[in-house]
């Protein structure tokens, strides 16, 4: 999309009747249904949530914190934080009903720069990291069972990522309903590997297993930027929970909802506790793995078997949303114009869902499962306190818009304070290379959009477009307007 197209897009919403919200220009006979009642809403924020991090960050959380006592307080205030989050862009969704994630929001706010920036991060950055990390956990807990006493090699682990991105790009670029199943599948096997866990902790913990609970803030090592990297891990299983904005009762929903994952999450951590000290689970691999061969020993296969179904769910669904998100980047301009052919017979956006693939596993080349959630948080967190900070600016920019949830403007403000720390106390108390990279990735997009958007050239879209013929051809792929619903 152009720039001229941006701003005119916004010069018409803004010419809205007073007391109108932000709505999207499309149809309404071709506006999806959104009404979801309580229950359905909680449900949905709970089994959005619950996904792989768990599985993964509590070593590292634990690392930060250095004892039991600040690691659950720092899960716990990772929930409170992810509830406040989640508040804002309720406010934000039903103020600005248009797709599109953070996009609309920062359009509407600050122009067309920041929200490609958004866009530009997003594709190129956040969601194939995303997918990467979450490949990246599913193949340890695979690996694990393997190599019992010892680290499985990173070689395999990477490999198997791999295979993992490569297995999940051709299955939703093959069929929407095949992928749909599958998640529908792996999602209840991720609530039973939770609820066995959180059962078993609760179990040990009437037996009397407490021990390791006792003292439990010695060794306590907080530092400034330790607390940032903990809140980094922590935060990185609660992604998915600024999501739900479309949602019927969504303050309750998110009430309800966020916080019953919080105590989920603290419950699996304090099951852990019940059968490994403080270094034991520092030196596991694979801390489920662990937990399950002390407590389910014969049947402790159970327990990475599951957690790997659980992981490849949460890629499955990662690939699925984040593949359509490439095709509507290629569609408006933001990058090349093959990423937006959708296939023939199968109606899918093979070709971003392939780009996307792709991405995720240059990402898995070089990078560990630490280093790419300190990536992703930094970059992540840089937009969600800019989108927060939307919400503060259009209180007095955009006052006349109706807004069917309004929160209190405490929230936004120190959810915004909380984003600037995140970012930066990392930065300041323990710089490394990968921020400077995030940051120098993110301000490039500048001069893509200077120079494709902003000045349209367009010799991108003619150098390519041979690799469009032959894709074409491969893959019976044909622009979006080519087909039919």
């Keep these: 999309m152009g720039e001229e197209s941006l701003r005119k897009r916004k010069g018409q919403d803004s010419r809205k009747e007073d007391g109108q919200s932000i709505q999207s220009q499309e149809p309404q006979t071709m506006n999806l249904q959104k009404q979801v009642g309580l229950i359905s809403g909680i449900c949905m924020i709970v089994g959005t949530i619950i996904g792989s991090g768990i599985f993964v960050s509590p ?122 199943y599958l998640q529908n599948l792996l999602t209840a096997a991720k609530m039973i590997i939770v609820t066995i866990i959180i059962v078993s902790g609760i179990v040990l913990l009437a037996q009397g297993k407490t021990e390791n609970f006792k003292d439990s803030f010695k060794d306590s090592k907080i530092s400034v930027s330790s607390i940032g990297l903990a809140f980094y891990n922590g935060l990185w299983a609660y992604d998915g929970c600024l999501t ?126 630490d280093t790419l959630i300190n990536y992703f948080s930094f970059a992540v967190w840089i937009f969600y306190g800019l989108t927060v900070f939307a919400l503060i600016v259009m209180r007095f920019t955009r006052k006349e818009v109706n807004r069917p949830i309004r929160i209190p403007i405490v929230i936004p403000v120190i959810v915004t304070l909380i984003s600037i720390l995140l970012v930066l106390l990392p930065i300041i108390s323990a710089p490394e290379l990968a921020y400077l990279y995030c940051v120098l990735f993110i301000l490039s997009g500048l001069i893509f959009y200077v120079l494709f958007v902003h000045f349209k050239f367009s010799w991108p879209q003619k150098i390519s477009k041979p690799i469009t013929m032959h894709l074409q051809m491969l893959l019976e792929v044909v622009p979006a307007e080519e087909t039919t619903e």
Excluded at 59 to 86: E, Q, R
Excluded at 282 to 291: G, K, M, N, P, R
């Design 244 to 369: 739900f904005a479309f949602l019927r009762n969504l303050p309750l929903s998110i009430i309800i909802g966020i916080p019953l994952v919080t105590i989920c999450y603290v419950l699996i951590n304090i099951a852990y506790f019940t059968v490994m000290t403080s270094t034991e689970l520092l030196q596991s691999q694979a801390v489920a793995v662990t937990f399950g061969d002390r407590i389910l020993y014969p049947a402790s296969w159970i327990v990475p078997l599951f957690v790997a179904f659980s992981t490849i769910g949460s890629a499955n669904g990662t690939c699925f949303t984040a593949g359509r998100l490439v095709y509507v980047a290629g569609r408006e301009g933001h990058m090349l114009k093959v990423l937006s052919y959708i296939s023939v017979k199968r109606l899918t956006p093979a070709p971003a869902i392939i780009f996307y693939g792709a991405i995720a596993i240059i990402y898995i080349i070089p990078g560990d499962i």
């Design 59 to 180: 070593k590292s959380v634990l690392a930060n914190a250095g004892a039991v006592g600040p690691c659950l307080i720092i899960w716990a205030a990772c929930g409170v934080l992810a509830t406040l989050g989640a508040l804002c862009f309720a406010e934000l969704g039903t103020m600005i009903t248009k797709s599109g994630g953070e996009y609309p929001y920062l359009m509407e706010a600050f122009g067309p720069i920041p929200a490609f920036l958004f866009s530009w991060t997003s594709l190129l950055v956040t969601k194939p990291s995303s997918f990467a990390i979450i490949c990246l956990s599913f193949a340890e807990y695979a690996s694990a069972p393997f190599y019992p006493g010892c680290d499985p090699p990173p070689v395999v682990i990477k490999c198997l990522a791999a295979a993992a991105i490569v297995v999940i790009t051709i299955v939703n670029s093959l069929s929407v309903k095949l992928g749909s």
